[in-house]
């Protein structure tokens, strides 16, 4: 399985941006999906996740109110839009895929397979 993330970029504080991750060599119906991100000289953390049916999203705190995940199991691809972008939202975010739930899929740990990362830049 190749997990491809796009839509990274440079924006102002408070801009938007919307992340895509297509997913290829298998279906991932039966696999929760995940964005997590890292920034300079931190650990990677999460971000957010979703069941294979869209039915149950997590969010961390940071993202709660602002950041939207959704998927469309047809194009085997996840969204993060990500709106009202704070400076300390700078990071590299990654896409991920768990078998099991949206819980697997918020828990490094249980992670089945990344993504490469794409970097995103919000300006104060």
């Known amino acids: 399985v190749q997990l491809q993330a796009s839509g990274g970029g440079l924006v102002q504080a408070g801009g938007s941006l919307r992340l895509s991750c297509a997913a290829s060599g298998r279906t991932l119906s039966s696999y929760g999906m995940g964005w997590f991100r890292q920034a300079p000289g931190k650990e990677r953390e999460f971000v957010a996740s979703i069941s294979w049916s869209a039915a149950n999203t997590y969010y961390a705190d940071s993202a709660k109110g602002r950041f939207t995940i959704s998927r469309d199991s047809a194009k085997n691809t996840v969204y993060l839009q990500m709106n009202s972008l704070k400076p300390e939202d700078t990071a590299v975010y990654y896409c991920?895929?768990?078998?099991?739930?949206?819980?697997?899929?918020?828990?490094?740990?249980?992670?089945?397979?990344w993504g490469k990362g794409t970097q995103v830049t919000v300006s104060s």
């Open positions: 991920a895929a768990a078998k099991g739930g949206s819980f697997d899929a918020s828990v490094s740990s249980h992670i089945d397979y």
